[in-house]
């Protein structure tokens, strides 16, 4: 049964500096991985996604890499800006499927000026 | 890029009533649209598998005859919460699969708001 963990569940960091989030998974047979960015009482918007064929896919000032055989994802954020702030989901397809997603619980980041 | 809405945003309804969430695809057709439930300060929790012109398939848990799910057309899935009590009070966000093969990117809607007093 897939499972799906971020850690830290929450980050406070001074504007500029570069930050790691990480995500596992316990089923490592996965299609691909998502990351999205939540703001407070707000919808889900996509921020990256790397298939299993991949091992990285980058986005601006974010990079997200893939390690299937460890499973692992780590979303790097290159000098956080306030506007950064937000929760920061991963999500996996569910264990044989390719399109239900499970979530982690999320990272809360808070950027301070 | 893909667009999805819902509406209503937000709702308010007493206990007992029923209430109609559409989530709409604006500029694909979506075969596969999913309804996901999100509870203050936790993740989304998949709820149902919406799939245009058939059943929708519902998670472990989800008592299918309290939260209805009609894929009508290719663009609009709706979920209709019968008998709301205030348990169900949540953040209701769908998302749409692009048709294609393989695991193809989700496109999330902006969520509804639902409170039942």
């Known amino acids: 049964k897939q499972e799906v963990t971020q850690i830290p569940a929450a980050l406070s960091v001074p504007e500029g500096e570069n930050l790691v989030l990480n995500c596992s998974f316990t089923d490592s047979a996965i299609y691909n991985l998502q990351w999205f960015r939540q703001d407070p009482g707000k919808g889900l918007t996509s921020l990256l996604l790397i298939q299993s064929s991949q091992r990285e896919q980058t986005s601006g000032r974010l990079n997200a890499s893939l390690d299937k055989s460890s499973g692992r994802s780590t979303l790097y954020i290159a000098a956080s800006q306030p506007g950064d702030s937000a929760t920061y989901l991963c999500a996996a397809p569910f264990s044989g499927g390719y399109n239900k997603l499970i979530f982690g619980a999320g990272t809360r980041l808070a950027v301070h000026p | 890029g893909a667009v999805v809405s819902q509406h209503p945003s937000w709702v308010i309804c007493k206990s007992g009533t029923s209430v109609k969430i559409e989530c709409r695809s604006l500029?694909?057709?979506?075969?596969?649209m999913f309804w996901y439930r999100q509870f203050p300060k936790q993740s989304l929790m998949l709820m149902a598998t919406?799939?245009?012109?058939?059943?929708?398939?519902?998670e472990q848990g989800v008592e299918k005859d309290k939260f209805l799910i009609n894929h009508a057309s290719l663009t609009l899935s709706t979920l209709t919460v019968t008998s709301a009590h205030p348990e169900d009070s949540s953040f209701y966000i769908c998302s749409a699969v692009k048709p294609g093969q393989g695991a193809r990117e989700q496109y999330f809607g902006p969520g509804t708001r639902l409170t039942v007093t």
């Open positions: 500029d694909f057709q979506a075969t596969t």
């Open positions: 919406s799939n245009e012109g058939s059943k929708a398939t519902y």
